[in-house]
């Protein structure tokens, strides 16, 4: 891996792709007795958060104890002919006919998703295992997953007046696979089981610099931007990216503010990587919460908003794009 200069090897060891067009700094890490982490949580910036232990009941979870325990119901495994993992909601492909999924969802037992991942060779289809937690799983996982550090997760949710927690995604992935650039309207602490991961966050405000797709298209909430090859004379603002970057290891827990943008990697040294999210609703903002100017967290909601209203108004969402360029150019620019 050294002798490819797409990739770099950071002070500590770990492989990842390298960006040098993109400036960041690094995300604040904090040790979890730090009093510190209420202000990031409520300034809503991104923070890591040290020997928490909030999923150490996880620790175990490795491909034998999950192939024992985690239930022969199939899981929810993706597949890529790329190093590429980007999202995309297929019940959307109608309103873009010429959309190429660029991975695809399969269904598989815990059984065939190992087998898989054992016999992977270079140059194969990549897999990510990508599946909701739900009460489908065996009793010693929900024993585990019940000795997660609820308390401190419920004391978050209340001081910060979150709304519920509306699910935790476990991820099991090769070293090397990417989710590009994308932002979730969900407030995320996202906890490192076993491996590393190489996150980049941006805040909501680089909107413009990200491009995200259209609200109708499948890839809504991904930016069209491709870190590995960025197109500068479609996406000129891309230039202008800052943002922070740090790697998550084991015991590590990032808190993914909402709206913010991330681009996860896991790292081409690490054997294989195990992640669990907490996604959480954001507070309810009451209008008396509402302060002038909008932060972007609100104008990207109020953005969504007017691109889900025009596709009504309008009775076709093919037609938002002609409608807002005939409302914008030559009037607003
Ligand atoms: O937790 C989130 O918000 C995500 O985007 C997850 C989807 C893929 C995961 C990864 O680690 O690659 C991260
Ligand atoms: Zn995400």
Redesign the pocket.
Same mark, same amino acid.
């Given at each position: 891996m050294m002798d490819d200069e797409r990739f770099m090897t950071d002070s500590d060891g770990r492989i990842y792709r390298r960006y040098d067009d993109i400036k960041t700094k690094p995300i604040q890490r904090l040790n979890y007795d730090s009093r510190e982490i209420n202000r990031f949580i409520k300034k809503q910036e991104p923070v890591i958060i040290e020997n928490l232990g909030l999923v150490d009941s996880a620790t175990k979870w490795d491909l034998e104890y999950l192939h024992e325990n985690i239930g022969n119901e199939e899981k929810s495994v993706y597949v890529s002919k790329t190093h590429k993992?980007m999202?995309y909601n297929a019940s959307r492909c109608a309103v873009y006919p010429d959309f190429i999924p660029p991975n695809e969802q399969h269904n598989m037992t815990m059984t065939e998703f190992i087998r898989k991942y054992r016999t992977w060779k270079p140059g194969e289809h990549r897999i990510?295992f990508?599946q909701i937690l739900t009460d489908t799983v065996g009793s010693c996982i929900y024993n585990d997953f019940r000795n997660f550090k609820w308390s401190w997760l419920n004391s978050k949710k209340e001081r910060f007046n979150w709304g519920d927690l509306t699910s935790n995604?476990l991820?099991i992935?090769q070293p090397g696979?990417? @989710?590009p650039v994308?932002y979730?309207e969900?407030q995320?602490f996202?906890a490192q089981v076993h491996g590393y991961?190489r996150?980049l966050l941006f805040d909501p405000k680089f909107f413009q610099c990200l491009y995200p797709y259209p609200f109708h298209h499948p890839c809504d909430r991904q930016s069209q931007v491709d870190f590995e090859n960025p197109d500068y004379e479609r996406f000129p603002l891309a230039k202008h990216l800052a943002g922070y970057e740090g790697v998550v290891g084991p015991g590590d827990v990032l808190y993914?503010p909402m709206c913010w943008w991330?681009y996860?990697?896991?790292t081409m040294d690490s054997q294989i @990587?195990t992640?669990i999210?907490f996604?959480y609703k954001h507070q309810s903002m009451t209008l008396s919460d509402l302060r002038f100017p909008l932060k972007w967290q609100q104008k990207l909601t109020v953005s969504r908003n007017i691109e889900k209203m025009l596709g009504e108004a309008l009775g076709d969402p093919s037609e938002v794009g002609p409608f807002l360029n005939a409302l914008v150019n030559g009037r607003y620019t």
């Open positions: 993992f999202y990510y990508q995604l991820l992935g696979n990417v @989710t994308h979730d969900q995320n996202f991961k996150v993914i991330h996860i990697e896991s @990587t992640s999210n996604w």
